[in-house]
Structures are given as C-alpha cells and as structure tokens.
C-alpha cells in the first residue's frame, strides 16, 4: 500500500504538485493522467524521493524520505521518461545495474544476479542481445531493457514515467500488456504517468487525473474518463465513446463551422 | 535456472554476429589484466635493463635477484649491484606507482564527472601542487620539503574546490536545489587559476629560480630513491584499493545520478569517496614526480577502446598499463638524448598530444560529450 497525504512540490518557488493526497492498494495499477504540466512526472519523482516534498509519502507505512537509497531501491524501481543509454554498454551489464541495490557492499555481482538478469531478459524478449551494445538497439528494444533493468531489481513497486513514449501503436499496447502480464505475475504495485487517456483507461485500475498540480478526480476510468471532467482540464472538446466495453477518449477538432463562428 | 549472463571472462571467445552485436569488443577483466602485467613485465625489464651504464641483462638480473628473498644470490659487482637496485630499480618502481595512479585517477575522474576529457588534475591538484612546490623553489627551503608542499598544496587545493563546489547551490529544474559535477567542476577552474595565478606571481619575482620551477613542472623521476617509494606507497596503495573497489559502483554512475540513485547508490557520497580517494593518490604521486600531463587521458582511453568500457575492467587495467607506460616513457626520457634527460611530462605530452586529438575526434567521445 502507497499512501500519498497533503504533498506539496515546490521547483524554483513555484508549486508544481499542491496537497495532493491519494492511496494505491498493494497489486493495483495507478495511472496519473492530465495535460503537460499538471505535475504527473513530479509526483512519480516524489513517490522515488527524486524531490523534496512537504508531506508524507508512506510506502508500507514506512516514510520513503528516510529510507536509505539502496533500501528504497529495493522496494520501488524507477522507470524515468528518457533514460539514459551509455551506447558502449552492454545489454547484460545494463540489466545487471538493477541487481545494484542487492549487491553486498564493493562486491560484484553473483551468478545468482546473473541468473536473475538472464531470467528477466528471456522474460522480456532480449535474452538474444545479451551481448550487444545499447548504441545498436531500437527504440522498443531500449524500452523494453529499460524495463528489464527495472524487473531485475525484483521492487514490488514499479514507477513508469510514460512508459510508452517513443512507440508506435501497437508497440504501446504490447509495451502496456508487458506491463500488466508482470504486474499479476510478480505482484507488483504499478504507479504510471500515462498521456494517452484512452490506453490508461484500458489498463490502469484507477485513474488520477492532475491539472496544475492539484487532483482534480480520481477512481475508476468510467469515473475519471467523463467529458465534462476531461473537456475542462483539457481546453478542449473531448468525446469519450465506449466501445466494446472500453473507453476511447478522441479529441474533436476545431471544424470550419468553429472557424467561421469564431470570425 | 539454465539461462545465465555469461561472465566476462567468456566474452572474448564470443563471435560478433548479428545476435551478438557489430563491434562489441568486450573484453573480461582477466584477459585485459593478463595482457596488462605481460606489457608491465616486459616494461619492468627494459626500465632495468636500459642505461647510460650499459650493463649486461645477466648483470641485471643477477643484482635483482640478489635482493629477492628466498632465492638463490648470486655474485655480483658491488657497483653493478648499487647502479640496478639503487639507481634504475627506484625509478622504475616510483615510475609504475605514479604512472598507476595517474592512470587510474584520470579513469576515475572521467566516470565521476561523466566527461571523456577529464584527467586526474582536473579539479586543482596540479595548480596546487605547483604552487606548494613554487614556495620552497623560491623561498629557497629544503628540497626534502617540496614533495610535502606540493602534496599539501595539492591537497587543500581540491579540498577548497569540492567545499566551495558543493555548497554552491544549482536549481535542476527538475527538482530540489543539487549539489552537481557542474559546480564542482566550475569551483574546480576557478582555484586552479588563482592557485596558478599566484604561482605565476611567485616565479615572476624570483626569476633565477624559474628553470628549477620548470623542471619540476614538467615533471622527472631523477632523482627517485626508495625512501621516495616508500613515501608514496602508503598514500597510493590506499587510494588504489578504494578507486578499484568502486569501479563497479562508477558503471552505475554512466546511466546519469538521477537514474543512479533509483538503483540504489548515493552519488554525492560516493563522488566525495572517489574524488578523495583519487586526490589523495594524485597528489602523493606529483609530489615526487611533478606534473606529468597526459598520461590519465591516454592510458584510460586506450584501455576503454582496447578492452572495454566498463570500469570494473577499465580501472584496474588502466593502472597496470599506467604502470608499464610511465616506465616505458620514463625510458625514452633518459635515452633519447642521454645523457642529458627529456622531461618526463615532455616525453607523455608528446604522445599524449596526437592521442588526445584523436580521442576529441572518435565517435564515443562525441557520444560521450552530446
């Protein structure tokens, strides 16, 4: 259980994040939504004690800001929205870097870590790249090893800040599967910054939705996806159709008939 | 469990096809090391064969073995024996420890500050070093003084640095107010040019010791002794033990300290380990040698581009090869134009120049620096 009370970010004295407060159920799958700037990457950081906050961030009742880095690492693995890829590093050693927080002190890793690794890239398609350097992979391929490195670190916890960024469409929805697979197989807690509305309603339990740096609703997708709601945070006309039992937010274009009233 | 990641030592073996990957030239810590000690031993040989004396190889190394416990000693000339173990044995000895740690200091200073250009100077140890050892040139102290001078100006030259460079304040703009590479690194230039000014101020009024700057400045092993080796081990041994332990800890730090420390390292505290750690070997290696320039440049690349990338391979291999390359061009110092002597900095900085161009200009720097 993850449980947000009053946080309050300030960057360069400018409140991005303001008394927000939300629980997430141990096993469930939260998705920050809202427009650009409504805080949802903050918040992530927050929840991995990336920023100072005002407030409490307990995970498990235990105050994430006095955990040591190694211990918080063993408990929340952060995927960031623009990792970095050292291009002349190894496949096998990059997932290895998420065995970091096991490691006993100055010691290099066991074949008991490279088991693991070996496990989570077979697990994730890339057993095969073991040995190649990131500088030669595809943008899904370092998505996809982003996320490996993450499961390795065997954190029941799993931070993705727009997990999906950089893939096509269906690369998205294999990339979401992926998550939701391991996140029932390992038990794993999942808190996502999601901007496609649609694809968060499609996986995610519950939905917060932020406008500038507030809550504005939070619950389930019928309950967070209303156009009212979404037409007002966005400023803009929103449609939410259900199809087939799933939600698909679109937003409508401005038509001529706009233009011209607007003349 | 079948599946395993292969260790590095079987990587050398591994085919580059397409599955393995163009060009991944990872080579395993023991092979790298292997092949390091070999150019060390050959390096050591030379070193303590080659002369103005013009001594035998037997000779040679009849009076080395003649001071290796346990084996048998056999005869030896009594000046043959002083020439090799007490005039050519300490340089080349000194020669390894300071070419190691410079070595191994550049390597870590290009992981801490992420920056394939950083040498092991970088944050004032020469600009303090100099201006320790400027004092007692011009002030006309002892010579058994300077190496504690430049050691102590070394020393609180990287120390006003890092405390000036911590407390500096930067906004990330992602989050709270952090303590950066970048405003140590800025700290850093800042106190080497006012350490560097005020050496140049303390030359300037006492021009008739200038050459006796300069010699040092560009750095010697001439006068190596044992008492000199026995000075710097302590320093060095300890400085290399910390830099080799947390070589692994530096692979973490390539993903960037944001991405470092959700996996579960503390970058400022393990940057302050690294770069005491380095300062303190750095500065006890230019107190006995003076400046020498190039070799933390060109040692780590050579290995990174010869071996690989990582710094549990890189590190403890570039101070092995640091090693067998400051004997080698220590060789060249006193031969090339024996018996007058090139300053050692001259000789490095010679090959160092070209190399360091060549460096500028490859991809992984440009990769490295984007």
């Given at each position: 259980m993850i449980?947000?009370?009053?946080?309050?970010?300030?960057?360069?004295?400018?409140?991005?994040?303001?008394?927000?407060?939300?629980?997430?159920?141990?096993?469930?799958?939260?998705?920050?939504?809202?427009?650009?700037?409504?805080?949802?990457?903050?918040?992530?950081?927050?929840?991995?004690?990336?920023?100072?906050?005002?407030?409490?961030?307990?995970?498990?009742?235990?105050?994430?800001?006095?955990?040591?880095?190694?211990?918080?690492?063993?408990?929340?693995?952060?995927v960031p929205q623009q990792p970095q890829f050292p291009a002349d590093m190894a496949v096998g050693d990059y997932v290895l870097l998420g065995r970091t927080a096991h490691l006993?002190?100055?010691?290099?890793?066991?074949?008991?870590?490279?088991?693991?690794?070996?496990?989570?890239?077979?697990?994730?398609?890339?057993?095969?790249?073991?040995?190649?350097?990131?500088?030669?992979?595809?943008?899904?391929?370092?998505?996809?090893?982003?996320?490996?490195?993450?499961?390795?670190?065997?954190?029941?916890?799993?931070?993705?800040?727009?997990?999906?960024?950089?893939?096509?469409?269906?690369?998205?929805?294999?990339?979401?599967?992926?998550?939701?697979?391991?996140?029932?197989?390992?038990?794993?807690?999942?808190?996502?910054?999601?901007?496609?509305?649609?694809?968060?309603?499609?996986?995610?339990?519950?939905?917060?939705?932020?406008?500038?740096?507030?809550?504005?609703?939070?619950?389930?997708?019928?309950?967070?996806?209303?156009?009212?709601?979404?037409?007002?945070?966005?400023?803009?006309?929103?449609?939410?159709?259900?199809?087939?039992?799933?939600?698909?937010?679109?937003?409508?274009?401005?038509?001529?008939?706009?233009?011209?009233?607007?003349? | 469990?079948?599946?395993?990641?292969?260790?590095?030592?079987?990587?050398?073996?591994?085919?580059?096809?397409?599955?393995?990957?163009?060009?991944?030239?990872?080579?395993?810590?023991?092979?790298?090391?292997?092949?390091?000690?070999?150019?060390?031993?050959?390096?050591?040989?030379?070193?303590?064969?080659?002369?103005?004396?013009?001594?035998?190889?037997?000779t040679v190394w009849r009076a080395v073995a003649n001071h290796i416990p346990f084996v048998p000693h056999p005869k030896v000339a009594r000046v043959d024996d002083a020439i090799v173990w007490q005039i050519r044995a300490p340089r080349v000895v000194l020669a390894a420890i300071v070419g190691a740690m410079l070595a191994g200091g550049g390597a870590t200073y290009q992981g801490v500050f992420r920056n394939p250009l950083a040498d092991p100077y970088l944050l004032g140890v020469a600009a303090g070093g100099g201006l320790g050892a400027t004092a007692i040139i011009v002030s006309g102290g002892s010579t058994d003084l300077l190496p504690i001078a430049a050691f102590a100006g070394?020393?609180?030259?990287?120390?006003?640095?890092?405390?000036?460079?911590?407390?500096?304040?930067?906004?990330?703009?992602?989050?709270?107010?952090?303590?950066?590479?970048?405003?140590?690194?800025?700290?850093?230039?800042?106190?080497?040019?006012?350490?560097t000014a005020m050496q140049t101020y303390l030359q300037q009024q006492h021009v008739t010791t200038i050459q006796e700057v300069y010699g040092w400045i560009l750095g010697q092993l001439t006068l190596a002794s044992w008492s000199d080796v026995g000075m710097v081990t302590p320093y060095i041994a300890v400085a290399a033990v910390v830099l080799v332990a947390c070589a692994g800890r530096l692979d973490v730090l390539r993903v960037g300290e944001e991405e470092a420390s959700t996996l579960g390292i503390d970058p400022a505290r393990l940057r302050l380990i690294l770069i005491a750690a380095a300062t303190l070997g750095t500065a006890a290696a230019v107190a006995v040698s003076?400046?020498?320039?190039?070799?933390?440049?060109?040692?780590?690349?050579?290995?990174r581009l010869t071996t690989s990338a990582s710094y549990r391979v890189l590190l403890p291999v570039s101070m092995v090869a640091g090693a067998a390359f400051l004997i080698l061009a220590d060789v060249a110092a006193r031969t090339v134009q024996a018996p007058a002597e090139i300053p050692l900095g001259v000789v490095t900085a010679m090959l160092g120049a070209p190399f360091f161009l060549y460096v500028l200009r490859s991809r992984r720097a440009r990769e490295a620096l984007s």
């Open positions: 449980r947000i009370t009053n946080v309050r970010v300030e960057l360069g004295g400018s409140p991005v994040i303001r008394d927000v407060s939300v629980e997430i159920p141990a096993q469930r799958w939260l998705a920050l939504v809202g427009p650009n700037g409504a805080g949802k990457t903050t918040l992530l950081r927050s929840l991995a004690a990336l920023v100072a906050y005002d407030g409490h961030i307990l995970l498990d009742d235990r105050d994430v800001r006095r955990m040591r880095r190694r211990e918080l690492a063993r408990l929340v693995a952060y006993r002190p100055l010691r290099a890793p066991t074949s008991v870590d490279r088991d693991i690794c070996a496990a989570v890239l077979t697990r994730m398609g890339l057993m095969t790249f073991a040995q190649r350097r990131l500088g030669t992979l595809s943008g899904g391929e370092r998505q996809r090893l982003v996320l490996a490195r993450a499961l390795a670190q065997q954190a029941p916890v799993l931070l993705l800040d727009e997990p999906t960024s950089a893939l096509d469409l269906g690369r998205r929805v294999d990339a979401l599967e992926l998550v939701d697979e391991l996140r029932l197989e390992r038990s794993l807690t999942v808190v996502s910054a999601v901007h496609d509305l649609t694809l968060a309603g499609q996986f995610a339990d519950t939905l917060a939705l932020l406008e500038h740096g507030q809550l504005v609703a939070a619950g389930s997708p019928t309950e967070v996806l209303r156009e009212e709601v979404l037409g007002r945070v966005y400023d803009t006309t929103v449609r939410v159709i259900e199809d087939a039992g799933q939600l698909v937010v679109t937003s409508q274009r401005w038509g001529s008939w706009a233009r011209e009233e607007i003349r | 469990m079948t599946a395993s990641l292969p260790v590095r030592r079987q990587r050398r073996s591994a085919t580059p096809t397409a599955a393995t990957g163009k060009g991944s030239r990872q080579v395993g810590l023991l092979p790298a090391l292997a092949g390091a000690f070999a150019l060390l031993v050959v390096a050591v040989a030379i070193g303590l064969s080659v002369g103005a004396a013009g001594l035998p190889l037997g070394a020393v609180i030259a990287v120390a006003l640095t890092y405390a000036l460079g911590s407390t500096a304040r930067w906004d990330t703009g992602v989050g709270s107010p952090a303590v950066g590479n970048i405003s140590i690194l800025l700290a850093g230039v800042a106190v080497a040019a006012l350490f003076g400046l020498i320039g190039f070799v933390g440049i060109i040692v780590p690349h050579t290995v």
